[in-house]
């Protein structure tokens, strides 16, 4: 593994490395800190996790973070699950999103794109005033410290000073894409209790409009503990009975209040997909992901006033939270609300041309649609200012990595590609982006800085060159500090703990290689994963299995070698029925209606019957690996399948398809 890719796709060069923020840090923290003054970025990482509150204490210093209270030190227990960071220290998250409107007033904080492709500038001083406004608005609806604020909202300004205003009055933030049907956002917002609901009353998507009222207005019913539902009118419709108005709230000239929260202060939650149920409800703290963020997007992904942060998302993904987080380092960012393939392939290109977006992040999967449509980015677009081309979501194949580099290099642009690897559960990377590293094709730089990142054998062995497990030996900040209705921390405990005690493993194999660099090779559990976005097959059974037609079902994502991603669903029909042209278009719609397009599968397949554990569960993994090309003998326990001859039918698929 370690001579697979002997000669780097890229490296940077000299002025690159010298200019970079993490070389700056580096010199400041030997200065400061006694960090290490040369080796480059192996030593800053290995002092990193050494080191670990020294690390973080300098990158607080560095970035001058505003205790309004001091700490009493770094950790105060590293546990884990359970680690206490920076006890006694109260900040607020908003108060630093907004910092740079002391000296950048009149310029953008925010480029406004939809499908039309004109950016629409929203400035610092115009933000923090709707912020200020909003914020003071909140706390007259009676909203406190604590309180859960929901937003069921596209990728718009809007959505930003809703999240914004939520944190500045101490209240914890929760959104959903408005693509999500009512169940899944229910299954989501019914567990925090949100009391304030921000709403569209619909979204633009593949030039067309699609109306949510009904959905609203089933929300609204659904939801008890709303004191106040606000009304965005994005498709330009009156506010319903009973709604404020957007405007209402946010035309004062108010000056922003900060409330100052614990560090260890719940600041928002995001869900996991849900794939043995409910999804989980995960909580992250305000200096958590403060820190965290800070050091992402300010050294790892070198961001800072000059530049322009553009990542295509939605407001259902981390990558969203992620995203806004780039005003932390005073960066300009490019909210694109609309398809990423509308009117064309190139869209996405189109939009990081006309906002003069420095650092590009997409999908993996879009990387590879623009290469397979004959898309050629830096030929058709002016592309000069883009110094980075992110991907998350799934691993970028090799093919990706020397099609990006290709295109770019044809045009004469010097393009560091950074593959990147998280997840909404730390809302963060474990490993990828290092402005000051060579690029290899198909592998991610390096581990972030303070992420013990290792990859481990069954038995808890560290691996070198070899698959493992990804795990996390120390904590980072903006780990969960609690799932929401977990009261004695089980859940939490059994996602990550339970395997190896005190270490956080993940769900997904790797490869840490000799030369420090790692390779992803998608999910060791069962969670499906399309362009990024997490999905529970328990969400998918649900409604599939509400048609009568249907006995039951089984849904499988597997990673494919040309990047392709592929969604297979499985049906065994009740008796006397047919999976005919009309059924197939009743259970694509009902998962298109009732959960989102996304969830819709590429296939549907009927099968003899669904394997199942012998105490009843489904076996999903042991089915994802037939399908991957394992033989059957090491895919599953014999002993633990309820009819082994089912089996059989996936594996003879597999080889069919092979």
Not at 69 to 95: H, S
Not at 311 to 317: F, I, L, N, R, V
Not at 587 to 602: F, G, N, T, W
Request: aromatic share 10%; net charge negative.
């Amino acid at each position: 593994m370690s001579t697979a890719n002997p000669q780097p796709l890229w490296r940077p060069d000299p002025q690159r490395i010298a200019q970079a923020r993490i070389t700056r840090f580096q010199s400041w923290a030997a200065e400061h800190h006694q960090a290490p003054a040369d080796g480059g970025y192996p030593a800053l990482h290995r002092w990193s996790v050494d080191h670990l509150d020294t690390f973080w204490e300098a990158l607080t210093d560095y970035f001058d973070v505003r205790f309004s209270t001091p700490y009493a030190r770094v950790l105060g227990d590293r546990a884990m699950p359970g680690a206490e960071w920076f006890p006694g220290a109260t900040l607020n998250y908003a108060e630093h999103a907004l910092r740079a409107a002391a000296t950048r007033a009149d310029e953008p904080a925010l480029l406004y794109v939809d499908e039309t492709h004109e950016p629409r500038p929203v400035t610092w001083t115009e933000l923090r005033r709707q912020v200020g406004s909003l914020a003071a608005g909140l706390r007259a609806l009676g909203v406190r410290p604590g309180d859960r604020v929901s937003g069921y909202l596209p990728n718009v300004p809007e959505a930003v000073v809703a999240l914004l205003a939520t944190a500045a009055v101490g209240a914890v933030w929760t959104s959903c894409a408005p693509d999500f049907g009512a169940r899944s956002v229910l299954d989501r917002f019914q567990q925090v209790e949100p009391v304030v609901l921000f709403t569209v009353d619909g979204y633009r998507y593949g030039g067309k409009e699609h109306d949510r009222r009904e959905i609203v207005d089933e929300l609204r019913r659904e939801l008890p503990t709303l004191r106040a539902v606000v009304h965005i009118p994005l498709l330009g419709t009156p506010a319903p009975e009973g709604a404020v108005d957007w405007s209402a709230l946010t035309s004062a000239d108010t000056e922003p209040e900060f409330e100052q929260v614990p560090f260890d202060h719940p600041l928002w939650v995001l869900y996991s997909s849900g794939t043995t149920g409910l999804p989980k409800a995960i909580v992250q703290s305000q200096g958590g992901i403060l820190v965290e963020h800070l050091k992402q997007l300010g050294l790892h992904c070198d961001l800072g006033p000059e530049d322009r942060f553009f990542w295509y998302t939605s407001t259902g993904w981390m990558m969203w939270n992620f995203l806004v987080s780039g005003l932390l380092t005073g960066t300009t960012i490019v909210l694109y609300d609309g398809s990423p393939g509308y009117p064309d392939t190139g869209a996405q290109w189109r939009v990081a041309e006309r906002t003069g977006a420095t650092l590009y992040g997409t999908s993996a999967a879009y990387v590879m649609a623009c290469r397979k449509a004959g898309v050629h980015p830096s030929r058709d677009h002016d592309l000069s200012r883009v110094k980075c081309v992110a991907t998350t979501g799934s691993p970028l194949p090799p093919d990706g990595f020397r099609w990006l580099h290709d295109e770019f290099a044809a045009s004469g642009d010097d393009l560091w590609i950074a593959s990147v690897s998280g997840g909404t559960d730390v809302c963060s990377c474990f490993a990828g982006a290092v402005p000051t590293l060579p690029v290899h094709t198909g592998e991610l730089q390096a581990p972030g800085l303070g992420t013990d990142l290792q990859a481990w054998d069954p038995a808890g062995h560290p691996v070198i060159d070899e698959v493992g497990e990804l795990v996390v030996t120390n904590p980072m900040p903006s780990m969960p500090i609690r799932f929401w209705n977990d009261p004695d921390g089980s859940r939490y405990h059994d996602s990550y703990f339970d395997t190896y005690p005190g270490v956080w493993r993940h769900g997904d194999w790797i490869t840490v290689t000799s030369r420090g660099s790692v390779i992803i090779h998608g999910r060791s559990d069962s969670t499906l994963n399309r362009q990024g976005v997490r999905m529970g097959s328990a969400d998918i059974y649900e409604v599939v299995e509400r048609l009568p037609e249907i006995r039951e079902s089984l849904v499988i994502g597997i990673e494919q070698p040309d990047g392709g991603y592929w969604m297979p669903l499985f049906v065994h029909l009740a008796p006397g029925a047919v999976l005919d042209e009309a059924l197939l278009n009743r259970i694509k719609q009902a998962i298109r209606e009732q959960l989102s397009p996304r969830h819709v599968p590429d296939e549907v397949i009927e099968v003899p019957g669904v394997p199942h554990t012998l105490t009843g569960k489904r076996i999903e993994v042991p089915v994802k690996r037939l399908l991957q090309g394992t033989p059957l003998e090491k895919a599953v326990n014999p002993g633990s399948i309820d009819n082994l001859d089912l089996l059989s039918y996936f594996e003879d698929l597999a080889r069919k398809r092979a």
